[in-house]
Each structure stands twice: as C-alpha cells, then as structure tokens.
C-alpha cells in the first residue's frame, strides 16, 4: 500500500538554528500539504501545494519558515531560526484529485527545540 | 474555528460497538462529513466520509441524520488497536484552499 513518507521522524535542535523536513508525497498525488501538530490539539495547515505551486499558505509564519515544491513532487519544509514554540509535530499529507480530494498523511516528523 | 463539537473522551468495552457522535449543526450543502483517527504519535489515519448518505467500508460506517446537523461514526467490533483520538470534519467540496480543520476531536479508550 503506497504511503506518505517523511524524514527525519524525530529532529532535536536548538534555538536558532536552521532545521528541514522532507516529505514524498503518494506516487501521482499532485497536492501537497504541510501541518503543524502541537502536543493536545489537533493538526493546523501550514501550506498546500497544488503541483509546484502554491495554493494556500495563509498560515505560514513566513519570517522564519518556508517551504517548497520545486518539481512538484517531494517537499521541504524549512525553520531558520528555529524558537522553542515551533516544537511540534510536522506532518504531510497528499492527496490525488484536486479540489477536495482525500488526504492520506504520512508519519510526521517530531521536533524538539531546545 | 472547527465547525463540529464531539465529546472529549469515551470508553467502550473491547469487542462491543463504538458509537462516535459529532455534531455539525452550521454544515453547508456542498460540505462532507470527514473522520480521521490518530493513534498515539502517528500521522492521522483516514477512516470514511460522506454527504447525506449512509456510509459503510471496511473499518467503519457512517451514519448522518436527514437534517446533516450530526453524524456518527461506528466501530462495529472495537479492538484494543481502535484506541485513538477520532476528529470529525466539516469539509466544502470545490474551491482551491482545502485543508482540513481538525478540532480537539474524541479520545476513544477500548476497554479489555
């Protein structure tokens, strides 16, 4: 069964540091999405990504994180710096049809700042 | 804002069935009812969806009232393995923006 893959799956770092996360979508699946999971809530959208373009990234706090999708395949998502409050979980989500398609996440990758 | 309300917790006893209520009582025409589960540390798990039909697949089914103000998902025959928190999501259909708005959702505990 195709997955969602993500790397690293655990990041330590500290403050002010520069960190990335990569994530290959479903074979096929043209939009991409990156959220943000803090501890005890439920998972908020970063970006979407429809191909290499992006769709909606609203949310993004982006003084200090981007994103992108170069060949509209696999992503990065980057924190420079990184600040203890962006201690989460980053996860990815694909999904095939676009709009309103169904979203398939991957493992998420967990980030302490310390 | 998340657009439904479901209970904080739950129990259910392990091999009976879960009954999972979500209401959505501001939900629009062209807006599905989304469920996703998340088992602890992994990435959300898709579970079913549905418009104003009832739902059914290989892990659960989907019961929406003729009014679409709430749903209820059912785990016919809860496992230990069903222990997750369940999000229920009001999702429009159309439109480029898609992301999904996840509430606090419901801890399902599976009772042995």
């Given at each position: 069964?195709?997955?969602?893959?993500?790397?690293?799956?655990?990041?330590?770092?500290?403050?002010?540091?520069?960190?990335?996360?990569?994530?290959?979508?479903?074979?096929?699946?043209?939009?991409?999405?990156?959220?943000?999971?803090?501890?005890?809530?439920?998972?908020?959208?970063?970006?979407?990504?429809?191909?290499?373009?992006?769709?909606?990234?609203?949310?993004?706090?982006?003084?200090?994180?981007?994103?992108?999708?170069?060949?509209?395949?696999?992503?990065?998502?980057?924190?420079?710096?990184?600040?203890?409050?962006?201690?989460?979980?980053?996860?990815c989500a694909s999904s095939l049809a676009f709009p309103s398609g169904t979203q398939y996440f991957g493992p998420g990758t967990?980030?302490?700042?310390l | 804002d998340a657009k439904t309300t479901q209970p904080p917790s739950m129990d259910c006893a392990e091999g009976r069935a879960?009954?999972?209520?979500?209401?959505?009582?501001?939900?629009?025409?062209?807006?599905?009812?989304?469920?996703?589960?998340?088992?602890?540390?992994?990435?959300?798990?898709?579970?079913?969806?549905?418009?104003?039909?009832?739902?059914?697949?290989?892990?659960?089914?989907?019961?929406?009232?003729?009014?679409?103000?709430?749903?209820?998902?059912?785990?016919?025959?809860?496992?230990?393995?069903?222990?997750?928190?369940?999000?229920?999501?009001?999702?429009?259909?159309?439109?480029?923006?898609?992301?999904?708005?996840?509430?606090?959702?419901?801890?399902?505990?599976?009772q042995p």
């Open positions: 069964e195709a997955e969602v893959a993500q790397s690293p799956r655990y990041k330590i770092t500290e403050k002010s540091q520069a960190v990335a996360f990569w994530c290959d979508p479903i074979s096929g699946h043209a939009t991409l999405y990156w959220y943000r999971q803090i501890l005890g809530q439920g998972p908020e959208l970063l970006v979407q990504f429809q191909d290499e373009s992006v769709v909606d990234d609203s949310q993004l706090p982006k003084d200090r994180f981007s994103a992108e999708r170069l060949k509209g395949v696999d992503s990065t998502l980057k924190i420079q710096p990184a600040e203890l409050g962006d201690s989460a979980m980053y996860l967990r980030l302490l700042v | 879960a009954n999972l209520p979500c209401n959505h009582s501001t939900i629009s025409g062209n807006e599905y009812v989304y469920w996703y589960r998340q088992i602890h540390s992994q990435g959300p798990q898709y579970i079913i969806h549905g418009l104003k039909n009832n739902e059914t697949n290989e892990m659960a089914s989907l019961i929406i009232t003729e009014d679409r103000k709430s749903s209820t998902l059912i785990l016919p025959h809860a496992t230990l393995r069903d222990t997750a928190v369940y999000y229920c999501i009001v999702r429009p259909q159309g439109g480029g923006a898609d992301g999904l708005t996840f509430g606090k959702g419901t801890h399902l505990i599976i």
